[in-house]
């Protein structure tokens, strides 16, 4: 059974930061990433890791202020979030797929992943 169990959020002022994990097992898989979820919006991609070599791919809003990393013993991603804003707040989602992204390309939509964790909620306050 696939299980990915997310943790580490919490509520932390503006400027601060977080180390959310997520913990897989239950198979290997090519990659994961996280994605987020503010309330009354669309789920949006926020960085994704390949499970083989460790290469990582973010989205603009984030680069420079999040990083994604992975421990292999542990079957383990990461994500550090740092400088974070009030509009960082939102539900954070660990997913992974399957499939391997065709050459140098990143999978960044929800539909491209396979399993998702149940979610870990970060609140910035201002």
């Known amino acids: 059974q696939v299980q990915l169990v997310e943790s580490g959020g919490g509520l932390v002022q503006a400027g601060g930061s977080l180390r959310l994990s997520c913990a897989a097992s239950?198979?290997?898989?090519?990659?994961m990433g996280w994605f987020r979820q503010a309330p009354g919006k669309e789920r949006e991609f926020v960085a994704a890791?390949?499970?083989?070599?460790?290469?990582?791919y973010y989205a603009d809003s984030v680069k420079g202020r999040f990083t994604i990393s992975r421990d292999n013993a542990k079957n383990t991603v990461y994500l550090q979030v740092n400088s974070l804003k009030p509009e960082d707040t939102a539900v954070y989602y660990c997913?992974?797929?399957?499939?391997?992204?065709?050459?140098?390309?990143?999978?960044?939509?929800?539909?491209?992943?396979?399993?998702w964790g149940q979610g870990t909620q970060v609140t910035v306050s201002s």
């Open positions: 890791i390949r499970w083989s070599g460790g290469s990582t």
């Open positions: 997913a992974a797929h399957i499939r391997r992204p065709y050459g140098s390309s990143w999978y960044i939509e929800t539909y491209e992943y396979d399993y």
């Open positions: 239950g198979r290997t898989f090519s990659g």
